[in-house]
């Protein structure tokens, strides 16, 4: 089967043809970024993010399509993500999706970012084995996950205020470095001792296992030590690589204590965050070796950032489970033709 999938959450249009069933494989993928639009604001402006989706979603189809050398005719499945993201984002991914389902008596399926950031380490490794646990960080989200199977997610622990990725934009634009945050963070780290600047542990006052990374911004931002001080001398770069080793070993703890207490197989790491260099190289040396009890799956740069491989991939598992069911919330009244007629509704194998 050929599954066409759809990405607009954000900042990022993403637009992937796939084949699951008797050969599993990416054909094709177009994503345009809009960083250089966001980059002067130090931030996504939601207006001008859902104004770039509705320009290029059509051209990035029709790439896609010419790249792969199908035809919408070919296409068994659409899936799109239905959210988590900005609305006005989200709606341009839906109604070309949605218009292209009913024009073409095709399937429709919106699935969850979230579900399909954990999906993408799957796109790679097939075989990850159940009960897992997964770490998803990202800008905008940062959330343990207990999977018992594909559909039994169970919500661990979440952040309470900023994700790591906002955390990381936040002081970026703070101090002048620029947009996006994370990747700026990740090449200063080298750069500095992480050791010389100690951060306090964030833990919630009711117990909760949940995260905070509210602190972590207003301790780098008003720390003493860096008042009128330059962002190129060594005192900003010790603080930044300080704070980066602070959070990764915070989420190092966290997630170590869910694997334990759970008792899992596999775990996952994933989001756009989860392509930082001393995040990956933590976890990986934390999880490796027949020791550690636990297989670590970490998906390849391309597929950690917003992509719509992704949520074909995990479409295509919905549909497969789920044949007849309407992934999309009522109030949307989001209904493919296709799915309640026996017509061009392909078997899935």
């Not at 900042?11 to 796939?18: G, K, S």
């Not at 205020?161 to 634009?173: C, L, N, R």
């Not at 008003?222 to 930044?240: S, Y």
């Not at 489970?321 to 919330?329: L, N, Q, T, V, Y």
Request: aromatic share 10%; charged share 25%; proline share 5%.
């Amino acid at each position: 089967m050929y599954i066409l999938g759809f990405e607009s959450s954000c900042d990022e249009t993403a637009v992937a043809l796939i084949e699951r069933g008797e050969q599993n494989r990416v054909i094709d993928e177009q994503i345009k970024s809009q960083i250089s639009l966001h980059a002067k604001y130090g931030g996504i402006v939601p207006e001008i993010a859902s104004r770039n989706h509705y320009e290029i979603i059509d051209h990035l189809t029709a790439q896609a399509l010419q790249n792969s050398g199908l035809t919408i005719r070919d296409i068994g499945l659409i899936a799109l993500t239905r959210g988590p993201g900005l609305i006005g984002s989200l709606l341009v991914g839906l109604s070309f999706a949605k218009g292209l389902a009913f024009t073409n008596d095709i399937p429709i399926a919106g699935v969850d970012h979230i579900a399909a950031h954990i999906e993408s380490a799957f796109i790679e490794n097939p075989d990850i084995e159940y009960p897992l646990i997964a770490l998803v960080v990202s800008g905008g989200h940062t959330t343990l996950f207990y999977q018992k199977s594909k559909f039994e997610t169970e919500i661990i622990a979440k952040t309470r205020d900023d994700a790591v990725g906002e955390v990381m934009d936040k002081i970026a634009k703070f101090f002048g470095l620029g947009y996006p945050g994370g990747p700026i963070i990740d090449n200063m780290y080298p750069l500095g001792d992480p050791s010389r600047f100690k951060f306090t542990t964030p833990r919630m006052s009711d117990g909760s296992n949940d995260f905070s990374f509210s602190g972590y911004k207003t301790a780098v931002i008003r720390h003493p030590e860096i008042k009128d001080v330059q962002t190129d001398q060594q005192v900003f770069k010790d603080l930044v690589s300080s704070f980066l080793h602070s959070v990764v070993n915070y989420l190092l703890d966290k997630t170590r204590a869910a694997v334990e207490e759970k008792k899992v197989k596999s775990l996952i790491l994933s989001g756009g965050v989860s392509r930082n260099t001393l995040l990956r190289e933590t976890f990986a040396e934390a999880f490796s070796g027949p020791g550690s009890g636990i297989r670590l799956y970490i998906p390849s740069p391309r597929f950690c950032t917003d992509n719509a491989a992704m949520t074909a991939w995990l479409g295509y598992e919905k549909y497969r489970a789920f044949p007849r069911h309407d992934f999309f919330d009522p109030y949307l009244n989001v209904y493919s033709r296709a799915l309640f007629k026996k017509k061009r509704v392909p078997k899935v194998r």
